[in-house]
């Protein structure tokens, strides 16, 4: 069971703080007992997160006061599951901290409930898994292993969350939508995995 979840964007301005406090207050009207953290590859550690952010959240009736934090050793440690917002995302934090590729996925690639998608994603995982810990070590790629890669990600969707930063406040409430029915689906993956 996961019991610390950490979501991790850029800044840690907008697209994680939303992830967390929608999160943590999903999770508690769940009665699920998380402990939920966000962070950035990019932040700086005590940065408000941003306007439309802050108000969606207050909005939408979560008044945690929340501001950005680095991502760190710490924090990677600390976590069961890291749920990134990009792939590219994903890529930062395994380069940084490769002993964790076992538990850090895109969010929509870790909530997605669909039978088959969710198995070709467990395959492309692996596959890529192996990939950033061999470039983590500094041992070599064959050209074998980068055609597996590229079939891996043939037909597969994008798992990139929008984002909306430097946008309007349309572009923040489309974001936290998207966001939020990750979430709910992130929600029912736990809960299965419970009974």
């Known amino acids: 069971m996961y019991e610390r979840i950490l979501f991790v964007c850029t800044g840690n301005t907008c697209r994680s703080p939303l992830a967390e406090g929608l999160f943590r207050s999903m999770a508690r009207r769940e009665g699920l007992r998380l402990d939920v953290r966000s962070a950035g590859v990019s932040a700086w550690d005590g940065a408000p997160i941003s306007k439309h952010s802050a108000d969606i959240l207050k909005e939408r009736g979560v008044t945690d006061r929340l501001s950005s934090s680095a991502v760190t050793g710490e924090a990677v440690s600390w976590a069961d599951l890291i749920l990134t917002m990009t792939a590219g995302h994903k890529e930062a934090v395994i380069r940084r901290y ?36 061999k470039r983590a070590l500094g041992q070599p790629i064959t050209p074998d292993e980068l055609l597996q890669a590229e079939q891996a990600e043939y037909g597969m969707p994008s798992f990139d969350i929008s984002d909306p930063f430097g946008g309007d406040r349309a572009q923040y409430e489309k974001t936290a939508d998207e966001i939020e029915a990750y979430l709910a689906k992130l929600i029912r993956k736990l809960r299965r995995a419970e009974s």
Not at 108 to 130: L, T
């Open 98 to 133: 490769p002993e964790a590729v076992d538990k850090v996925f895109t969010l929509k690639e870790f909530a997605e409930d669909d039978p088959q998608a969710a198995a070709k994603i467990e395959e492309r995982h692996r596959i890529h898994s192996e990939l950033q810990i």
